[in-house]
Nanobody, 118 residues
Framework: QIELVESGGGTVQPGESLTLSCAAS????????AGWYRQAPGKARELVAE??????????NYADFVKGRFTISQDDAKRSIYLRMNNLLPEDTARYYC?????????WGRGTQVTVSS
């Protein structure tokens, strides 16, 4: 029954930065998977970045098209995850969604729009 709310999107010029946030409506003990996805019109939703942290080894994965530019992070105490997006490109234009999973919860947000245009 968890609800996730994304924020931080907007319209920026190429090369600028944004930080997206995703907050859960309920207190949670631990986030086992934190993921950011994006979807552009007419295209499938694709993984941008994720943190897997409930296995024996913590892992952070990035899509090739954002490596070196985006940084994903999570704060379990604040029940939030973040995506720092640097050097944004027009190709990054999409609606961005967060996905959180953990013991007893899983959910998707409604997304926040990111538009990169000169």
């Amino acid at each position: 029954q968890i609800e996730l709310v994304e924020s931080g999107g907007g319209t920026v010029q190429p090369g600028e930065s944004l930080t997206l946030s995703c907050a859960a409506s309920l207190n949670i003990d631990r986030i086992c998977l934190a993921g950011w996805y994006r979807q552009a019109p007419g295209k499938a939703r694709e993984l941008v970045a994720e943190i897997i942290s409930c296995t024996s080894n913590r892992a952070t994965n990035y899509a090739d098209f954002v490596k070196g530019r985006f940084t994903i992070s999570q704060d379990d105490a604040k029940r939030s995850i973040y995506l720092r997006m640097n050097n944004l490109l027009p190709e990054d234009t999409a609606r961005y969604y967060c996905d959180l999973q953990g013991p007893g919860f899983a959910g998707w947000g409604r997304g926040t729009q990111v538009t990169v245009s000169s």
